[in-house]
Nanobody
């Protein structure tokens, strides 16, 4: 069992930066792939970024590649999403997720956080 709690969302102007954090509970955090998804109003939840259990490999949606960076600290059971050069279209609720392996669809995610709102103003 893994519980995930996101923080760090907020309101930022276009071109600005935010860093999201996701704190996990459970002794097996280090065995999970950790991911970020987002859901904008009226749209389906979509994959944003993922990192393997040891942080050795990272994956990004094309829409955020070069602007967002995912990282993890297994000693702190925390995963981060550094978001730079934010755009209004990045506005969404951002969800932290844990999966047994890297996935890009919601169906195979094992655990979800409650989400944190990110709003980018133009």
């Amino acid at each position: 069992q893994v519980q995930l709690v996101e923080s760090g969302g907020g309101l930022v102007q276009a071109g600005g930066s935010l860093r999201l954090s996701c704190a996990a509970s459970g002794r097996t955090f280090g065995s999970y792939a950790m991911e970020w998804f987002r859901q904008a109003p009226g749209k389906e939840r979509e994959f944003v970024a993922a990192t393997r259990w040891n942080g050795g490999s990272t994956y990004y949606a094309d829409s955020v590649k070069g602007r967002f960076t995912i990282s993890r600290d297994n000693a702190k059971s925390t995963v981060y999403l550094q978001m730079n050069s934010l755009k209004p279209e990045d506005t969404a609720v951002y969800y932290c997720a844990a999966a047994m392996t890297v996935v890009v669809t919601t169906q195979k995610v094992g655990y979800w956080g409650q989400g944190t709102q990110v709003t980018v103003s133009s």
